[in-house]
């Protein structure tokens, strides 16, 4: 061990200020890429990979072309000149064989070890011209710059680089640097010189140069993901997101490189597991950022060979995405999202395994807890209403979901009592019973879907609602609440995390309040089971594009449509419009279009439908057809696909009830549909042929709810056609398995042959917890 890793690598000037969070990389505005040998090379070690180098080129160009400094420095220079070497030797002993024999004897010839350093002189200027010839597709220039070590320790050089780089990037120019391999000395391990830095190969020089041109983003790619908890190709190994310099003393390293001079040691950082030992040769690149990152640059270690990221690996680290280790100064203040949902889990599968009154009771617990607390509650909130209010960022609708108050807490406590009761028939019920032969029965039975990750804006009162559901059906979850509602948020998941203690599974709800990104999060897919957002329609459509292998329950947009018939009641009809649109214009259930039958214009019902909705202030656009039956008509609408939520809606006139399905079918988000009308035939026939989640006859749309709906709350409104549809309650968050019981029974015993017979005889299932 050594004694003190700061004084074995001192900073050369007064460090800078690097990043505390990933997401403050947007920021960087000077950058310096390091690509590995193995990024930049073929597997076979002879030759560029001219795929994997053109994508970098062109992220390098992009990030340029928007204004940043970027700076390149690069190996190859060994591999490319080892190609070219090798070929030309080739076909000098292919020329002089033909002359002395007549015949071409290339099977029998043998290649010459290679020296590196001739390789590198060769190598260089064609891995120059390559880079030229691939900027120059983006209208980008470039330099070439070679060093050694001595360039650094000669004060007169080392300036001399410093105004080049800097005169360079003034006009906008990348530069391109290597060590000079062709000249450079073989390094001694571990050694420096004057109390600096050792610039021994590529990563040493990236950092070096990182600090001395004060950069703010230093990316070190190579052809591992980062830094593991324990060795990479172990089952439990786990890419660490952010290493804090505090944890080195637990570092061990892998093997160096194949490729280039220096060695790159470390290169392949085969991991980082707790150890009370250090392997040599293991620490240039690891110790380079953490050299870097004491000087002020921020640092990323990362994978650029994965063909599945290469495209946009440098773009996504710069865009601030979770991608290889992130080195901060700033020690995490908890446990990561990553420990967040894997302590989830853990305590989920407890929580499933309880009996359900005693479910039930930490439920009964929270809602108590409601009540109880509501004044440290309403504190909260009246922190982040505050908040809200003078920043102006938030619209009128969004405050009022924002805001909570004594009765919405009660009425949450309320909810949260229906969900305890119906939490007795949820995990563990007997669906379905089969004896498939004598002594052998088959059940299917009732589960958790495991982790749920819920995603909300605005509303905290959904927390305790999802919360509910989430211990009613044994499921862990994973909570991510907008930030304007952290005060809230926090003092809720405190009481829930309370209320869970009772029975110790305090861990299995868990609240992401580090700066997560929606997108981060949805790339947990061998953790989380089911998303769920709750918000704005934006929203639900970023998750969904987001989401990569993991099923998204949500709603598409909420254009509810309120038709009203030619033989729709008066009184009926102004009361449902007026609730279906004014009563909390942004829920995803409001009505958006209100479908006239054409026998209503211009009777009385019109001229009143038209009256309410100027006096509730709401804002109208005609339909097409609508506006052709006017002569001062509103403003034509653009799309009758528009979810407005806010005082707006369309009218648009049709000629039927069958008119009206069409409509909705064709402009609709099945959602929630509405028909008002005295014929009960015409209703039927509606209701039959509306493909949407909800359907209602002559009752407002604002019904749409779970609450309404008797399951106690709703962890959202799926338009989707599989699992679950609709308002989503307990039911919705559990799936099934098959239990087989048998006595030692084989398929072999149910062949043709066999004395056996399938029976499939259904069995009553008889109450699991009777009441």
């Given at each position: 061990?050594?004694?003190?890793?700061?004084?074995?690598?001192?900073?050369?000037?007064s460090?800078?200020?690097?990043?505390?969070?990933?997401?403050?990389l947007?920021?960087a505005?000077?950058?310096?890429?390091?690509?590995?040998s193995?990024?930049?090379?073929?597997?076979?070690?002879?030759?560029?990979a001219?795929?994997r180098?053109?994508?970098?080129v062109?992220?390098?160009?992009?990030l340029?072309?928007q204004?940043?400094?970027?700076?390149?420095?690069?190996?190859?220079?060994?591999?490319?000149?080892?190609?070219r070497l090798?070929?030309?030797?080739?076909?000098?002993?292919?020329?002089?064989?033909?002359?002395?024999?007549?015949?071409?004897?290339?099977?029998?010839?043998s290649?010459?070890?290679?020296?590196?350093?001739?390789c590198?002189?060769?190598?260089?200027?064609?891995l120059?011209?390559?880079?030229?010839?691939?900027?120059t597709q983006y209208?980008t220039?470039?330099?070439?710059?070679?060093?050694?070590n001595?360039?650094?320790?000669?004060?007169?050089?080392?300036?001399?680089?410093?105004?080049t780089?800097h005169?360079?990037l003034r006009?906008?120019?990348?530069?391109?640097?290597?060590?000079?391999?062709?000249?450079?000395p073989?390094?001694?391990?571990?050694?420096?010189?004057q109390?600096?830095?050792?610039i021994?190969?590529?990563?040493?020089?990236?950092?070096?140069?990182?600090?001395?041109?004060?950069?703010?983003?230093l990316?070190?790619?190579?052809?591992?993901?980062?830094?593991?908890?324990s060795?990479?190709?172990?089952?439990?190994a786990?890419?660490?997101?952010i290493?804090?310099?505090?944890?080195?003393?637990?570092?061990?390293?892998?093997?160096?490189?194949?490729v280039?001079?220096?060695?790159?040691?470390?290169?392949?950082?085969?991991g980082?597991?707790?150890?009370?030992?250090?392997?040599?040769?293991?620490?240039?690149?690891?110790?380079?950022?953490?050299?870097?990152?004491?000087?002020g640059?921020?640092?990323?270690?990362?994978?650029?060979?994965?063909?599945?990221?290469?495209?946009?690996v440098i773009t996504?680290?710069?865009?601030?995405?979770?991608?290889g280790t992130?080195?901060?100064e700033?020690k995490?203040?908890?446990?990561?999202?990553?420990?967040?949902?894997?302590?989830?889990?853990?305590a989920?599968r407890?929580?499933?395994?309880?009996?359900?009154d005693?479910?039930g009771?930490?439920?009964?617990?929270?809602?108590d807890?409601?009540?109880?607390k509501?004044?440290?509650?309403?504190?909260?909130?009246?922190?982040?209403?505050?908040?809200a209010?003078?920043?102006?960022?938030?619209s009128?609708?969004?405050?009022?979901?924002?805001?909570?108050?004594t009765?919405?807490?009660?009425?949450?406590?309320?909810?949260?009592?229906q969900?305890?009761?119906?939490s007795?028939?949820s995990?563990?019920?007997?669906?379905?019973?089969?004896?498939?032969?004598n002594?052998?029965?088959?059940e299917?039975?009732?589960?958790?879907?495991?982790?749920?990750?819920?995603i909300?804006?605005?509303?905290p009162?959904?927390?305790p609602?999802?919360?509910?559901?989430a211990?009613?059906?044994?499921?862990?979850?994973?909570?991510k609440?907008?930030?304007?509602?952290?005060?809230?948020?926090r003092?809720?998941?405190?009481l829930?995390?309370?209320?869970?203690?009772?029975?110790?599974?305090?861990?299995?709800?868990?609240l992401v309040?580090?700066?997560?990104?929606?997108?981060?999060?949805?790339?947990?897919?061998?953790?989380?089971?089911?998303?769920?957002?709750?918000?704005?329609?934006?929203?639900?459509?970023?998750?969904?594009?987001?989401?990569k292998?993991?099923?998204?329950?949500?709603?598409s947009?909420?254009?509810?449509h309120?038709?009203i018939?030619?033989?729709?009641?008066?009184?009926?009809?102004?009361?449902?419009?007026?609730?279906?649109?004014?009563?909390?214009?942004?829920?995803?259930?409001?009505?958006?279009?209100l479908?006239?039958?054409?026998?209503?214009l211009r009777?009385?019902?019109f001229?009143?439908?038209?009256?309410?909705?100027?006096?509730e202030?709401?804002?109208i656009?005609?339909?097409?057809?609508?506006a052709?039956?006017?002569?001062?008509?509103?403003?034509?609408v653009?799309?009758?696909?528009?979810?407005?939520?806010?005082?707006?809606c369309?009218?648009?006139?049709?000629d039927?009830?069958?008119?009206?399905?069409?409509?909705?079918?064709?402009?609709?988000s099945?959602?929630?549909?509405?028909?008002?009308?005295?014929?009960?035939?015409?209703?039927?026939?509606?209701?039959?042929?509306?493909d949407?989640?909800?359907?209602?006859?002559n009752?407002?749309s604002?019904?749409?709810d779970?609450?309404?709906?008797?399951?106690g709350?709703?962890?959202?409104?799926?338009?989707?056609r599989i699992?679950?549809?609709g308002?989503v309650?307990?039911?919705?968050l559990?799936?099934?398995?098959?239990?087989?019981?048998?006595?030692?029974h084989?398929?072999?015993?149910?062949?043709?042959?066999?004395s056996?017979?399938?029976?499939h005889?259904?069995?009553?299932?008889?109450?699991r917890?009777?009441?």
């Open positions: 061990m050594y004694p003190n890793e700061h004084d074995w690598f001192p900073v050369t000037h460090p800078g200020k690097s990043a505390a969070h990933r997401s403050e947007r920021q505005k000077r950058i310096v890429v390091k690509l590995g193995a990024v930049v090379t073929r597997g076979d070690e002879c030759g560029l001219l795929g180098l053109a994508s970098i062109e992220q390098v160009a992009v340029q072309n204004g940043r400094e970027m700076m390149i420095v690069t190996s190859g220079a060994v591999a490319f000149g080892r190609q090798r070929h030309e030797i080739l076909l000098s002993q292919s020329v002089r064989q033909a002359l002395h024999s007549g015949q071409n004897q290339l099977k029998e010839m290649l010459p070890v290679l020296e590196a350093r001739a590198a002189a060769a190598g260089q200027s064609g120059m011209a390559l880079y030229e010839a691939m900027f209208s220039c470039t330099a070439q710059i070679l060093v050694t001595l360039d650094f320790h000669d004060e007169q050089k080392r300036r001399n680089l410093n105004s780089l005169e360079l006009m906008n120019i990348v530069p391109i640097i290597n060590t000079n391999d062709a000249v450079v073989p390094p001694v391990p571990n050694s420096d010189l109390g600096v830095i050792h021994k190969d590529n990563d040493s020089l990236a950092a070096r140069l990182a600090v001395e041109m004060k950069a703010d983003l990316i070190a790619l190579s052809d591992v993901e980062g830094l593991y908890d060795p990479p190709g172990t089952d439990d786990k890419l660490i997101d290493f804090y310099p505090g944890d080195q003393q637990s570092i061990r390293y892998g093997s160096k490189s194949k280039g001079i220096g060695g790159m040691e470390a290169k392949a950082v085969r980082m597991f707790h150890c009370k030992c250090l392997l040599e040769p293991c620490l240039t690149q690891v110790k380079s950022a953490l050299w870097a990152l004491q000087g640059t921020s640092v990323v270690i990362a994978n650029g060979t994965d063909p599945k990221v290469t495209g946009h996504d680290i710069v865009e601030g995405k979770k991608v992130f080195f901060s700033v995490p203040a908890g446990p990561t999202v990553e420990q967040q949902t894997e302590m989830a889990r853990q989920g407890t929580l499933a395994t309880l009996h359900p005693e479910r009771e930490i439920i009964c617990r929270l809602a807890l409601l009540t109880e509501k004044d440290e509650i309403l504190s909260a909130n009246k922190r982040d209403m505050e908040t209010a003078s920043s102006g960022r938030l009128q609708p969004l405050l009022a979901r924002l805001s909570l108050s009765s919405k807490l009660n009425s949450l406590a309320i909810g949260l009592r969900i305890a009761v119906s007795r028939d995990v563990g019920q007997v669906l379905r019973r089969t004896r498939v032969a002594n052998l029965e088959l299917q039975i009732t589960v958790p879907i495991g982790v749920l990750l819920v909300f804006e605005s509303r009162d959904c927390l609602q999802v919360s509910a559901l211990i009613a059906s044994g499921n862990a979850l994973l909570l609440g907008g930030k304007e509602a952290a005060n809230t948020n003092i809720l998941h405190q829930t995390q309370e209320a869970l203690s009772i029975h110790g599974v305090k861990d299995a709800i868990q309040s580090t700066r997560e990104e929606v997108e981060d999060l949805c790339r947990l897919d061998k953790m989380i089971d089911l998303i769920i957002p709750r918000g704005s329609s934006q929203l639900v459509r970023d998750i969904q594009r987001a989401a292998g993991i099923p998204v329950l949500g709603h947009e909420g254009i509810c309120v038709y018939d030619s033989e729709a009641c008066i009184e009926k009809a102004i009361d449902i419009i007026k609730d279906s649109k004014c009563d909390y214009p942004a829920a995803c259930n409001a009505m958006e279009t479908l006239l039958h054409r026998d209503l009777t009385p019902l001229d009143q439908i038209i009256d309410m909705l100027r006096v202030q709401v804002k656009h005609a339909g097409p057809r609508f052709s039956y006017l002569t001062f008509s509103p403003s034509e653009k799309s009758l696909r528009t979810e407005y939520g806010d005082l707006e369309c009218i648009e006139v049709v039927s009830m069958q008119d009206a399905v069409d409509h909705i079918h064709k402009y609709g099945s959602h929630t549909d509405v028909i008002v009308t005295d014929n009960e035939n015409t209703a039927e026939q509606f209701m039959q042929q509306v949407s989640a909800c359907v209602f006859w009752a407002s604002r019904f749409a779970g609450y309404r709906f008797g399951l709350a709703e962890v959202g409104i799926s338009t989707a699992h679950a549809r308002p309650g307990l039911e919705g559990l799936t099934t398995k098959w239990v087989l019981r048998g006595e030692g084989t398929v072999a015993e149910f062949s043709e042959a066999g056996m017979k399938y029976l005889e259904n069995i009553p299932v008889p109450q917890f009777p009441s």
